[in-house]
């Protein structure tokens, strides 16, 4: 098979009905484990015009105003209200509360590895974690740029500077590699969207977008676009609305944004909506940070974590390495320094990652924050899971 091709990830803004859905499903989450670290939470969101669904199911010790927290999201999104109004939208939910003193999360601080063993996957789970060396942040390239992208895209200043742009964006980007390496910008493509009676003329746009976004964006990047490059702004012609308005969303959608934008493997399960004590999700976080500290290692260029989950019990049944070739040892190797220096029972992923504290310890979101511009590769927000502290442990030099 040839080492020479192109990729393409795309990324979307926070204005994306899908990704409002997730944010909104995170916020949720936020919201319920700051007032009790040990609640169980599932939230769901479904978004159409003018309407809003969540579905939620708790147990804990506090009571949820799961409408004011939809609608400060929505309203900190920035929408007009011609597009989608936080405080006149319909928001109709289905809400089961379980009770404090049923189906709670157990407390793990002071547990015995006995104790750790009986606290077990309610779910079977098989997830993949990824790291690589093609950015700074152990992520491939073409998620990495859109991405980034995105992030511009959304940024106050843009908006300020473009006022007739909408909150709602699309980004892609192709990378050509040449031996398995990213050797240059194959294209970029944004798709925005306009206020209604505020569209500039095609050339405008273009010219626009290039200049506020993909230049200073790529400016700070080791390859740039050349005279080669494809720039796609808004193939379709203007977009006017966006949002709710002209597309619907759902929460769990975007997985391939929310890990490597397809680059790499993933379980397909949602990661928003979800507390602590769900498999999928926090597995997902647990085989990143193990990938991403062997490449930190320098074990391989390259690593593919998988860890395989079965209901009823606490460590996966099944834990593989691949390096694809790039291994500075054999991958059963690495596999086994990965189990001597990471413990992947769910409860001691929890613990060790502080995944119950984060929603206390970042009172503006951390859950929320996750929900764009992805999970993975956040230097932005050093989450536990992207940091490189069992490096040098792994390197047994």
């Not at 997730?22 to 936020?30: C, E, F, G, L, N």
């Not at 949820?64 to 989608?84: C, K, N, W």
């Not at 569209?199 to 746009?205: E, G």
């Not at 500075?328 to 409860?347: P, Q, S, T, V, Y």
Request: aromatic share 6%; charged share 25%.
């Amino acid at each position: 098979m040839s080492d020479d091709f192109i990729f393409t990830s795309e990324s979307v803004t926070r204005g994306h009905p899908d990704k409002l859905c997730d944010q909104i499903s995170d916020a949720i989450v936020d919201h319920c484990l700051r007032q009790d670290p040990g609640a169980l939470i599932i939230a769901e969101c479904a978004v159409a015009s003018g309407v809003l669904f969540i579905s939620a199911h708790h147990g804990s010790r506090v009571g949820l105003t799961i409408t004011d927290v939809a609608r400060t999201l929505i309203r900190a999104v920035g929408y007009p209200p011609e597009v989608f109004d936080a405080d006149a939208c319909a928001i109709m939910s289905s809400f089961k509360d379980h009770g404090a003193r049923h189906d709670r999360a157990p407390d793990l601080g002071g547990l015995t590895d006995a104790e750790l063993d009986a606290v077990t996957a309610r779910d079977q789970a098989t997830v993949f974690g990824y790291a690589c060396d093609q950015t700074p942040v152990l992520m491939p390239l073409p998620i990495w740029l859109a991405h980034r992208l995105a992030r511009r895209l959304d940024a106050a200043s843009l908006r300020r500077e473009l006022g007739y742009l909408l909150p709602d964006a699309k980004t892609q980007v192709g990378i050509e590699y040449v031996g398995g390496e990213p050797k240059r910008i194959h294209s970029i493509t944004l798709e925005t969207t306009q206020r209604e009676g505020h569209v500039p003329s095609m050339p405008r746009l273009r010219q626009d977008l290039i200049e506020h976004a993909i230049v200073p964006v790529l400016a700070e990047e080791r390859l740039r676009a050349d005279d080669h490059t494809h720039l796609f702004i808004n193939p379709r012609g203007p977009m006017v609305g966006g949002g709710p308005a002209a597309h619907s969303g759902l929460t769990g959608r975007k997985t391939g944004i929310d890990t490597y934008g397809e680059y790499a493997r993933h379980s397909g399960a949602a990661l928003s909506g979800k507390d602590p004590m769900r498999i999928d999700r926090v597995g997902a976080y647990a085989a990143r940070h193990a990938a991403k500290n062997a490449v930190a290692a320098g074990l391989a260029r390259e690593c593919e974590v998988q860890l395989s989950y079965s209901i009823g019990m606490a460590g996966p049944v099944s834990l593989r390495v691949r390096s694809f070739g790039t291994g500075r040892i054999g991958d059963d190797e690495i596999g086994r320094r990965l189990l001597a220096n990471f413990d992947f029972r769910i409860g001691a992923i929890v613990r060790d990652l502080r995944l119950r504290e984060g929603p206390a310890e970042h009172p503006d979101g951390f859950y929320q924050r996750l929900a764009v511009y992805g999970h993975m590769g956040r230097a932005d927000l050093d989450p536990p899971w992207e940091r490189t502290d069992r490096a040098e442990a792994l390197r047994g030099d």
